[in-house]
């Protein structure tokens, strides 16, 4: 005959899809039932009572129970749970805190934070941003992306994130798509409506999303920032003090000069430039030769200055080519390090990502260990 302990041991291996962790760690089971001939009752309390993936967790359940020796069937009795359950699960996963806060700012937080700056729009900037989230998240790091561009928002497309984020109470669990945790505007506004907010909405908004939302542990934080030095570029830089830009500009001195402004933020602010990335570098052509559609030495010519004004080295991280696959992955919804793994776009997108993935964290905002006598 099976046991009550063997089957919440298979419980322990159900993952709840939205907040990644044991739904027998979140209050999720409410009871466990085993009648003479072997059959399990399992009662779960799902976070909401519209709980977009309910089927998927019921599925899990009735197969990791199924695996149990002795049990010869399954029946998920579903419930929802009860306020004083969602305020403890609530400040369960903040940490035991009551009020939201913004969790990559607490001590000992280990996230490494890069904001996706550039100096003027069409520099491929999302593009970037998405391939960058993918390509960690393909080799096991857990990931989160911000879309902070709340005027012209295109993550979510690029992502192919589909469905609203879930909310728990005054907490907001986001969407998940090729292993990342994406949050954006444009999951909140109808389908071709403007968002027309000026400086102390924006920064509510970007203060929210860090706050309200529910990361989780991640290891890096990607923010796709909206190009330019404007109210939100200041805004993250006040609310994440220890995040670090990279800068994306085109070859084209054009895009480099605005560029420069993008990296030179980092004088006010007091981030930190971890470098450039130069997009949309050349066209390979059929017989191997490159065409430079966009001229040369942009992002030398980026990085060569902001060396100079921030009195640090400042690299040319990458050059990433122009790429049609690139384009139609973005606009299917599936960046193309996963769709196209071997495309030259692709190749250079996973090696910007294993590189700054390396990286080591400062020891700025981190709790040391030491106590005065």
Same mark, same amino acid.
């Given at each position: ?7 919440? %041991? ?20 409410? /009871? ?30 009735? =197969? ?6 002795g ?31 913004? !969790? ?5 937080n ?7 700056? %550039? ?24 990931? $989160? ?7 012209? *928002?295109?993550? !979510?497309?690029?992502? $192919? ?22 949050? /954006?505007i ?18 509510r908004?970007?203060?929210? *999303?860090?706050? #309200?939302?529910?990361?989780? #542990?991640?290891?890096?934080? &990607?923010?796709?920032? +909206? ?5 939100i ?10 995040s ?5 500009t085109?070859?084209?001195? =054009? ?18 430039v971890v ?18 559609? @966009?001229?040369? $030495?942009? $992002? ?21 080519p122009?790429?049609? =696959? ?8 599936? +960046?193309?390090? &996963?769709?196209?793994p ?6 250079? @997108? ?6 700054? =993935? ?9 709790? &040391? ?5």
């Open positions: 005959m099976p046991t009550e302990e063997a089957v919440r %041991s298979a419980l322990a291996t159900v993952i709840d899809p939205e907040i990644r962790r044991p739904i027998t760690d979140i209050g999720m089971v409410r /009871s466990v039932a085993l009648d003479d001939a072997g059959s399990a009752t399992i009662g779960i309390d799902l976070t909401t009572q519209g709980c977009p993936l309910r089927e998927k967790i019921v599925s899990d359940v009735e =197969a990791a129970v199924s695996g149990v020796d049990v010869t069937g399954v029946s998920v009795d579903l419930g929802v749970m009860s306020e004083a359950q969602r305020e403890a699960l609530r400040s369960q996963l903040r940490g035991g805190k009551p009020e939201p806060v913004i !969790p990559f700012t607490q001590p000992g280990m996230t490494r934070i890069y904001a996706i700056a %550039s100096g003027k729009g069409g520099v491929g900037k999302s593009t970037v941003t998405a391939n960058l989230a993918a390509a960690m998240a393909a080799d096991g790091l857990k990931v $989160g992306v911000l879309d902070a561009d709340i005027f012209g *928002f295109s993550i !979510p497309g690029m992502l $192919g994130v589909e469905g609203k984020p879930t909310r728990l109470d005054d907490m907001v669990l986001p969407p998940i798509a090729h292993d990342i945790k994406t949050v /954006s444009g999951m909140f506004v109808p389908d071709g409506q403007p968002v027309v907010w000026r400086g102390p909405m924006l920064h908004a970007i203060e929210q *999303f860090l706050s #309200d939302v529910f990361w989780g #542990d991640l290891d890096v934080l &990607l923010l796709d920032l +909206p190009p330019g030095t404007g109210d570029a200041i805004s993250v830089a006040q609310l994440l003090p220890h670090e830009i990279v800068v994306v085109t070859p084209q001195a =054009a895009a480099a000069d605005v560029a420069e402004r993008a990296g030179a933020v980092a004088v006010q602010t007091q981030q930190g470098g450039v990335i130069e997009n949309m570098a050349w066209l390979e052509q059929p017989d191997g030769s490159r065409l430079e559609l @966009f001229g040369s $030495g942009g $992002g030398t010519q980026v990085a060569e200055r902001l060396t100079e004004l921030l009195g640090t080295d400042v690299p040319v991280l990458g050059q990433v122009i790429d049609v =696959a690139a384009r139609e992955a973005g606009d299917a919804g599936t +960046p193309v390090v &996963l769709t196209h071997e495309s030259p776009a692709a190749v250079a @997108f996973r090696e910007l990502a294993t590189a700054l =993935a390396a990286r080591k964290r400062g020891l700025a905002g981190r709790s &040391l260990g030491v106590n005065p006598r």
